[in-house]
């Protein structure tokens, strides 16, 4: 499963400063309130989660490393960063698994503001969310905070086949690249080479690995965090990931936190601050080493 936002590089942002975010929003049209619109469901306040003994995380389904069920169990990353910020609230954690929908902002209706229309709740907080200034002048009814790593589009290869050092993209016009259909890798190759057939695509980018450590393909283009998991499966194996300049694209760079509904702000500072502990202390550098994944931690 490629994240929600891959079909759409304009909502892959790097952190920005507040007054460069201040200036981007006076172009924006303020949207109703949500007091003047449509019955919406706000969620619970910070002080009933603290009376009942609970916090609920929306996280992705089928997004290895990052969250998925096994044998009835939530797991992953984000979920064990969704286990802490619960330990450190004093609170039990509570896991909905969501499919991802085209776009960002119908998660975010669905899972932390409105609710889905048919049979929808919201939850407490959402992780996996990706920081866009853009996004935080044009979605009003949700607070971005918390964030708690930078993801990057990285490119996995053999060093069997690249000895010398890492590919770049332009060696893919010559050599098998493999990418999940349709992910952010796959637009990005596709629109700097051009209808080629060197570009293999994959259901996952699980299986685009595969690809790569089955020989089918010399390289592996995707999220970096996603990639290194791949690793894991192969350790014997001489397979590495790198990081190489990207012509062309200035998105292949984000920061990820959570959302919280708006009229919950004592909710979204206390996140903010478990969060930030977490990073100071390793516990948040524990969690992705323990998934043999390296933090880049936010710009701060």
């Not at 450190?88 to 119908?106: D, H």
């Not at 293999?200 to 020989?215: D, F, I, K, P, W």
């Amino acid at each position: 499963m490629h994240a929600p936002w891959a079909t759409s590089l304009a909502a892959l942002a790097c952190t920005v400063l507040p007054a460069v975010a201040f200036a981007r929003c006076e172009g924006y049209v303020p949207q109703p309130r949500p007091q003047n619109t449509f019955a919406q469901d706000v969620g619970r306040s910070f002080d009933r989660i603290l009376e009942e003994g609970w916090i609920e995380f929306a996280v992705y389904e089928d997004f290895p490393p990052w969250s998925y069920q096994e044998k009835g169990e939530p797991r992953g990353i984000d979920v064990d960063i969704g286990r802490l910020i619960a330990a450190e609230l004093g609170v039990a954690a509570r896991f909905r698994l969501v499919p991802a929908g085209e776009a960002l902002e119908a998660d975010l209706l669905n899972y932390v503001w409105k609710g889905s229309a048919i049979g929808g709740h919201v939850s407490d907080v959402m992780l996996h969310v990706p920081y866009d200034s853009e996004y935080s002048c044009r979605i009003e009814q949700v607070t971005f905070t918390g964030q708690y790593a930078t993801e990057a589009i990285a490119i996995a290869y053999d060093r069997k086949e690249y000895p010398d050092k890492g590919p770049t993209p332009a060696f893919f016009r010559f050599d098998p690249v493999s990418v999940e259909n349709d992910s952010i890798s796959d637009f990005y190759l596709t629109s700097l080479l051009g209808p080629i057939d060197k570009i293999r695509r994959y259901r996952s980018t699980a299986l685009a690995m595969e690809g790569l450590a089955a020989g089918e393909t010399k390289a592996a283009m995707g999220p970096r965090a996603q990639l290194q998991a791949g690793l894991t499966a192969h350790i014997a194996s001489d397979l590495v990931v790198h990081e190489p300049p990207l012509v062309g694209f200035a998105r292949g760079k984000w920061t990820l936190g959570v959302g919280v509904n708006f009229q919950h702000k004592d909710l979204a500072y206390a996140i903010d601050d478990a969060i930030a502990k977490a990073l100071d202390n390793g516990q948040m550098a524990a969690i992705f080493n323990n998934w043999g994944v390296t933090l880049e931690p936010p710009a701060r």
